[in-house]
């Protein structure tokens, strides 16, 4: 990939090193290839892994760093080799953009498992540049890794779908827990956790969300449309819970025991694991062989999956809550996010920050 053309200077928020104070920091895209699309960034949520990544807790980051990949914006121009997009439309930017094409995976349209996946950002570009992500005022994306927004669906309202969206939808799909009538739990009331309560509704689940505490009761029931609540720490409800649930899609993204919540689920049922857990986690294995359960893992979602995810909540009208904030405001918003203060996704008005001003 690559042009003559001149290279593009941008401005976004960037992390200089592993404190994760995001600051105004000025670079340049990469220049446009045939088959690229130059995004105005609109919006763009924050992600719990974007303060993974941004403060190295993972052992991997490099500096500047601009996160950032629920981006949504207005397609600015297209190369010479764009069949998908048109200028002037409204597109989003996932957790990717570039994978091999030629693995396993990518021929199977399953691109978020190809070795070579490119990152949004934190990663290398085919061309040698730093990926940089949605926290600026424009990207420059292969066509393959950018979707469609649909007219009816809010942008604002788009972003959280890029990311949070998709991994509770694939795996339901992937997995069969899409029969309206069977049982499933939602662990963890988060970003992903609330999207995973509304998408399993939309699909006419019933749903049970699992929480430590009843904090969040009254919301998850009459804000969100769970149909039961149960608090974990509640050993008789439990224990009279057992065997009750067809699924569990599990969004705790911190070290927490198995055991208590496999012993929850039917014969054959299955908990998914969607959260990024960086150590072990410990199970005794009578609860999964007595009741021929599985645990599965399931990671974002491929680009037909993210598509699919769009049109599947514009269709059925699921939004996620979110608060908007500026750019000014990112690193407040990110303290706020440490200590689970958001209900339940920050969405960054990129454009109303007036950064190339």
Same mark, same amino acid.
């Given at each position: 990939?690559?042009?003559?053309?001149?290279?593009?200077?941008?401005t976004?928020?960037?992390? $200089?090193?592993?404190?994760?104070?995001?600051?105004?920091?000025?670079?340049?895209?990469? !220049?446009?290839?045939?088959?690229?699309?130059?995004?105005?960034?609109?919006?763009?949520?924050?992600?719990?892994?974007?303060?993974?990544?941004?403060?190295?807790? #993972?052992?991997?980051?490099h500096?500047? #760093?601009?996160?950032?990949?629920e981006?949504?914006?207005?397609?600015?121009?297209i190369?010479s080799?764009?069949? @998908?997009?048109?200028?002037?439309?409204?597109?989003?930017?996932?957790?990717?953009?570039?994978?091999?094409?030629?693995?396993?995976?990518?021929? /199977?349209?399953?691109? /978020?498992?190809?070795?070579?996946?490119?990152w %949004?950002?934190?990663?290398v570009? &085919?061309?040698g540049?730093?990926?940089?992500?949605?926290?600026?005022s424009s990207?420059?994306?292969? /066509?393959? =890794?950018?979707?469609?927004?649909?007219?009816?669906?809010?942008?604002?309202?788009a972003?959280? *779908?890029?990311?949070?969206?998709?991994?509770?939808?694939?795996?339901?799909? &992937?997995?069969?827990?899409?029969?309206?009538?069977?049982?499933?739990?939602?662990?963890?009331?988060?970003?992903?956790?609330?999207?995973?309560?509304?998408?399993?509704?939309?699909?006419?689940? &019933?749903?049970?969300?699992?929480?430590?505490?009843? !904090?969040?009761?009254?919301?998850?029931?009459?804000?969100?449309?769970?149909?039961?609540?149960?608090?974990?720490?509640?050993?008789? @409800?439990?224990?009279?819970?057992a065997?009750?649930?067809?699924?569990?899609?599990?969004?705790?993204?911190?070290a927490?025991? *198995?055991?208590?919540?496999?012993?929850?689920l039917?014969?054959?049922?299955k908990?998914? #694991?969607?959260g990024?857990?960086?150590?072990?986690?410990? =199970?005794? %294995?009578?609860?999964?062989?007595?009741?021929? $359960?599985?645990?599965?893992?399931?990671?974002?979602?491929?680009?037909?999956?993210? /598509?699919?995810?769009?049109? =599947?909540?514009?269709? @059925?009208?699921?939004?996620?809550?979110?608060?908007?904030?500026?750019?000014?405001?990112?690193? %407040?918003a990110?303290? $706020?996010?440490?200590?689970?203060?958001?209900?339940?996704?920050?969405?960054?008005?990129?454009?109303?920050?007036?950064?190339?001003?």
């Amino acid at each position: 990939m690559g042009s003559l053309e001149s290279e593009k200077t941008v401005t976004g928020y960037a992390a $200089r090193d592993s404190s994760g104070h995001l600051s105004p920091y000025t670079y340049n895209l990469r !220049k446009k290839g045939p088959e690229d699309v130059i995004v105005k960034v609109i919006y763009c949520g924050i992600c719990h892994s974007d303060l993974v990544q941004m403060r190295n807790e #993972m052992g991997m980051s490099h500096y500047p #760093m601009v996160p950032g990949h629920e981006v949504v914006g207005i397609v600015t121009e297209i190369g010479s080799e764009v069949k @998908k997009f048109k200028v002037g439309e409204h597109v989003g930017v996932g957790c990717i953009v570039g994978s091999c094409r030629s693995c396993g995976n990518c021929n /199977q349209s399953m691109e /978020q498992y190809c070795s070579k996946r490119i990152w %949004t950002y934190n990663d290398v570009n &085919h061309d040698g540049t730093p990926t940089q992500g949605g926290f600026a005022s424009s990207m420059v994306v292969d /066509q393959m =890794f950018v979707v469609r927004i649909p007219e009816n669906l809010p942008l604002e309202q788009a972003a959280p *779908l890029l990311c949070a969206g998709v991994t509770v939808f694939s795996p339901m799909k &992937h997995f069969d827990m899409t029969e309206p009538g069977k049982k499933c739990g939602i662990l963890g009331l988060g970003g992903v956790g609330h999207m995973g309560v509304k998408i399993a509704k939309a699909f006419g689940l &019933h749903v049970t969300v699992i929480s430590s505490s009843d !904090k969040k009761k009254e919301e998850a029931m009459e804000v969100l449309g769970a149909d039961a609540y149960l608090v974990s720490k509640d050993t008789e @409800k439990m224990m009279e819970a057992a065997e009750s649930l067809d699924y569990i899609m599990d969004t705790i993204p911190v070290a927490h025991p *198995l055991e208590p919540y496999l012993a929850l689920l039917k014969t054959n049922g299955k908990l998914v #694991m969607l959260g990024v857990v960086p150590e072990p986690l410990h =199970f005794v %294995t009578p609860l999964l062989i007595l009741g021929r $359960r599985s645990i599965a893992g399931s990671f974002i979602g491929s680009m037909e999956e993210t /598509q699919e995810t769009l049109d =599947f909540c514009a269709e @059925k009208k699921v939004s996620s809550m979110i608060e908007v904030v500026g750019l000014d405001y990112i690193n %407040t918003a990110m303290e $706020r996010l440490v200590k689970n203060d958001v209900r339940y996704r920050f969405v960054v008005d990129v454009a109303g920050s007036k950064l190339d001003n």
